[in-house]
């Protein structure tokens, strides 16, 4: 047992959690080892569960060329003959066969089963047991499931609804309450629940008798499991939002259930407690990832539809701090492409088959609803998700594509203060520093070790850009790598991280940002800041930085301070489209938006470049060049000129 590791985690806990998490592990070992489990399907249900044929008969005779909206439609349908071909979407690994009906519990890509056993104490985390866990419940969150059934209104087509059914039937029989790795995680469990309420909200008449009933069997375990294992204070990060969200869905979707009225009141309770605690004033998610910030929003888009928002006092509280995120991606929208942030595994409420889809129909509902202000889907399947989400004012236009990256208007300098993150725009060009915490207390799990780092944008195009991450569990190395210092536009010192990595999602020792200042009216916006991450033996060193945007350039000034002279290795990282070449003693980084000189100034400074690394998705990577400066100096000055 790693007793460091344990003693930490005791001391992010206080007392009240402590003994609630001592009543939770002795109730899950008197129903481990006195109670019977697992809590199967209802035997009048199993006899329906077999392949039946499919046919394609219209009900009314509509289609997907037929009516407004058809590319959308198109888009819709075609997903789901794909997924009614047996495959299915796993993030960055791509397309997979999974099976008709799907095989729930086998890795997609290595093939291997995940074992069974009493869900809440199953090791996911368990190389010898598990590759990527992320990846088995990908296919369990069952948003196929609310593909078939929008597929199956727009289209009229009762094959979509047939094989629904089948599958619901056939999960519930092979993944029985309590057994298995679709009963470990509460998050898991709420996303779940979620597509079922849609599910049912979208075709639930056209289902067998024997799948609604399957569904609300499913659904009153997973409210029963939801209520005995949620997370608490020291891990309640996106997971007690999703997982509160899926009380008060569930509840809505399925009010007679004997605990729907419990699941309402503690799903809202929370929501208003967790949304102020995880969103900012100024609408930064305070995870310090924009990808779970999306989720969250995502997230709250669903349980401010839903019928109990209507009545329910925390709800204005919950809408408050949605409105406060639409803003801040807004604005992030305006500097140009969505940067990744931190961690990012792609979670969502509703289906999307693309972190820009994502993106494009979490913000096309959202503006419209919280802002009041037209925003028109870009993509097709943003106009999918609008129109069955009903929340947007603004007619979807699935025909119009991404606006041009040049076009638009730019927003102004801001600053996200309790957030920690700064823009400077000027020009063409537009830049964002981080100057804010690790993540979110008291773990920072999805947080990475990148203060002080600076992503760049010209024409909204991305050039200088955060590596992103591939992957969670499978490869705890590469993980460990992406989240690092090395891999940031940051300085690290002797090639160490600012903060101590402890496990996958747990940093102890955590850098702090100290006296950040900036000015952002007028001409040339600037921002400063140091952090304490390297004040620890053996280095005793601060690093501080300052980056000013100025007559087309972009400029980064590095000062180390310490005792003595200390090495340390300065990190850029540009888009996989950028290429970047030696000039003389600059270097050339040519771009889809144009070309920039960079020139870096330090006393013994050696600068090359490197073949880097970047994760446009989770599950997947690219090589993008990387400008590697290393110095014993203590400071050097980076110019980044735009070229005529």
């Keep these: 047992m790693d007793l460091p590791w344990l003693f930490y985690r005791l001391r992010c806990m206080g ?38 044929p499919h046919s394609s008969v219209r009900r009314d005779g509509t289609g997907a060329g037929a009516g407004p909206g058809s590319v959308a439609e198109a888009e819709l349908i075609s997903l789901a003959e794909r997924l009614m071909a047996g495959e299915d979407s796993f993030m960055g690994w791509g397309w997979r066969q999974v099976g008709t009906p799907p095989l ?16 809440p104490w199953i090791n996911y985390r368990d190389r010898s047991r598990f590759d990527e866990v992320r990846r088995i419940w990908e296919l369990s969150r069952h ?33 029985p309450y309590l057994e298995g790795p679709h009963w470990t995680s509460a998050l898991e469990v709420a996303i779940r629940i979620i597509s079922w309420a849609r599910v049912l909200e979208a075709c639930g008449g056209e289902l067998s008798g024997e799948a609604r009933a399957a569904l609300a069997w499913g659904a009153e375990r997973s409210q029963e499991f939801l209520l005995d294992h949620r997370s608490l204070e020291s891990a309640a990060d996106n997971h007690a939002t999703g997982e509160a969200v899926g009380l008060v869905v569930s509840a809505d979707a399925w009010p007679s259930l004997p605990a ?43 349980v401010l539809r839903s019928p109990s928002a ?44 693309d972190p820009a889809a994502r993106w494009d129909a979490v913000l096309s509902c959202a503006v419209p609803y919280l802002l009041g202000e037209p925003r028109p889907p870009r993509t097709p399947w943003g106009a999918v998700v609008a129109r069955r989400r009903g929340l947007s004012a603004a007619a979807p236009n699935p025909l119009r594509t991404a606006e041009p990256k040049a ?17 400077l725009v000027d020009g063409r060009l537009a830049a964002l520093v981080d100057v804010g915490p690790l ?33 969670y569990f499978e490869d705890r190395p590469l993980r460990d790598r992406y989240r690092g210092t090395p891999a940031h536009n940051s300085l690290a010192i002797g090639s160490a991280n600012q903060s101590t990595i402890r496990g996958p999602f747990l940093w102890t020792r955590q850098a702090r940002v100290v006296s ?26 601060v690093h501080r930085r300052r980056i000013s945007l100025e007559a087309a350039s972009l400029a980064v000034e590095d000062r180390v301070q310490a005792d003595s002279p200390v090495d340390w290795s300065l990190t850029w990282q540009f888009h996989p489209s950028c290429r970047v070449e030696e000039r003389g003693e600059a270097f050339l980084v040519t771009c889809p938006a144009g070309t920039l000189l960079v020139e870096v100034q330090a006393e013994g400074a050696r600068a090359l470049i490197e073949a880097g690394e970047v994760a446009p998705r989770f599950g997947a990577s690219l090589p993008a060049p990387r400008l590697l400066v290393r110095a014993r100096s203590a400071a050097c000055r980076t110019r980044f000129s735009l070229k005529a």
């Design 260 to 302: 729907a009225g419990r699941c309402r009141r503690r799903g809202w309770r929370v929501l208003a407690r967790e949304v102020s605690r995880q969103v900012g004033a100024d609408g930064w998610p305070l995870e310090q990832t924009v990808s779970y910030g999306v989720f969250v929003l995502d997230l709250l888009l669903e």
């Design 310 to 353: 209507a009545d329910t006092r925390e709800a204005a509280a919950v809408r408050d701090g949605a409105r406060a995120l639409t803003r801040c991606f807004v604005f992030l929208e305006g500097l140009g492409e969505p940067p990744e942030i931190g961690d990012t595994d792609e979670g969502k409420a509703l289906p999307a088959p």
């Design 516 to 541: 950040p200042e900036w000015r952002l009216a007028g001409v040339g916006p600037w921002v400063e800041a140091s952090h304490d991450g390297y004040d620890v033996p053996p280095w005793r060193a």
């Design 15 to 52: 007392p009240l959690e402590i003994a609630v998490r001592a009543q939770r592990m002795a109730r899950d070992f008197i129903r481990y080892r006195f109670q019977d489990w697992p809590i199967a399907l209802p035997a009048d249900g199993a006899a329906s569960a077999v392949e039946r």
């Design 143 to 175: 948003h196929r499931w609310v593909v078939l059934a929008w597929a199956g209104r727009a289209s009229g087509r009762s094959d979509f609804q047939e094989r629904l059914s089948l599958e619901i039937l056939d999960w519930c029989l092979r993944n």
């Design 439 to 471: 993540g979110f207390p008291p773990t920072a799990g999805h947080g990475h070790a990148d203060c002080l780092q600076v992503l760049l944008w010209l024409d909204r195009l991305p050039v200088l850009v955060d590596p992103g991450m591939p992957v």
């Design 407 to 423: 076009e638009g208007h730019q927003p102004a300098s801001r600053a996200f203060a309790e957030g920690g993150m700064v823009a």
């Design 104 to 119: 729930w519990r086998r890795d997609p890509v290595t093939g291997r089963d995940a074992p069974g056993g009493y869900g």
